[in-house]
């Protein structure tokens, strides 16, 4: 695959983003639907309930995953109250299109050059909703960031609430147990811990230590998008707390991760993104999986038959 690699697309990317929304196929207000496997992609404002209601209908998911945009990396940075108000909304929209017996993830960043907001404020918000706190997750990034004066910043939050009583199917890691010693007596004889349980490896706890967080050499990875998650920790996250045939609600879209884990696994989704160029990715995202089993354009890009023969031109804009 030719290579060339897109600029972030949120920051300082106003000439290119100006040559790629005429490929967009969505704008705002309109729905893509999947004629395949029935997933919908819509072009709207997660915080606007009433696009909501119309885009879900009486469709009800099992499941929500939520990625929105951190305090640090909106657009224009708001105060944290008012990120945390616009977080109430959203999360009422969700809760309004999850089933009686239904799971919310929520991916969220504490600034730790800023008093840890707006993970504090959010915890705090989610427990004046109906929604019940049932695990804090962290994932291990391998690469981290930091000073030889703090400990490098390495975690992601994952935050886990439910809404009445879903199922949740155990999950495990490929990380063989290692650990001996642990011995218990059954049906009289002394048995240890690794002849016990279900599976030879370990469960992620919650804690995921078994994670690679998406960048350039990663297959799945698409250029231009500056806050993917990895499709390892999405699956797992839609293979507990989801069945095949179920359907998936993710609010913010990006890269499209959600829906593609909704393909692999045989759930449906429903997503939407407020941009139509992370709309288009996340469309083509799919329909590129489809077509060549690959997961994402590794260094290369969603947008390349498009830009290819503007490579002079490109060059000037950081193509
Ligand atoms: C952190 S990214 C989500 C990453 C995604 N989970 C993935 O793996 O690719 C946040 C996304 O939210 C979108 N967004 C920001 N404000 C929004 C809003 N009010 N409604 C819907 N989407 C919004 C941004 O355009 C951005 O694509």
Redesign the pocket.
């Known amino acids: 695959m030719e290579r060339s690699a897109l600029p972030r697309l949120d920051v300082d990317a106003d000439e290119i983003r100006r040559r790629l929304l005429p490929h967009c196929r969505l704008k705002k207000g309109e729905t893509w639907r999947d004629s395949v496997n029935g997933h919908v992609v819509a072009c709207g ?3 606007d309930s009433e696009s909501i209601a119309n885009l879900f209908s009486t469709k009800r998911a099992t499941l929500a995953i939520q ?3 951190y305090n640090l990396v909106m657009f224009e940075k708001q105060s944290v109250d008012e990120y945390t108000r616009w977080c109430r909304q959203w999360v009422d929209n969700t809760y309004s299109v999850l089933s009686d017996d239904s799971s919310l993830y929520v991916w969220l960043g504490a600034d730790q050059n800023d008093d840890f907001q707006p993970l504090p404020q959010f915890m705090l918000m989610m427990a004046g909703t109906p929604f019940e706190a049932r695990s804090f997750i962290s994932v291990r990034n391998q690469r981290g960031y930091g000073t030889q004066k703090n400990w490098m910043a390495v975690r992601q939050e994952l935050l886990y609430y439910t809404k009445g009583n879903p199922a949740f199917e155990v999950q495990y890691t490929d990380i063989p147990k290692i650990l001996r010693g642990y011995y218990k007596e059954v049906n009289g004889a002394v048995t240890e811990n690794l002849e016990r349980g279900k599976s030879p490896n370990i469960r992620p706890g919650n804690i995921w230590v078994d994670i690679q967080q998406v960048f350039y050499r990663m297959e799945e990875n698409v250029n231009g ?1 500056y ?3 990895a499709l390892k920790a999405i699956e797992r996250i839609v293979e507990a707390s989801s069945k095949k045939g179920d359907l998936v609600a993710d ?8 829906l593609l884990a909704c393909e692999r696994t045989g759930r449906k989704c429903i997503t ?4 139509p160029i ?1 709309t288009e990715i996340t469309i083509r995202r799919l329909e590129h999986f489809r077509a060549t089993g690959k997961t994402g354009w590794q260094a290369g890009n969603p947008f390349q038959k498009e830009l290819a023969g503007k490579h002079r031109k490109a060059k000037t804009v950081g193509i």
């Open positions: 404002d997660a915080a990625d929105p945009p998008c806050g993917q998650k609010f913010f879209a990006h890269s499209g991760t959600t939407l993104d407020i941009d992370f």
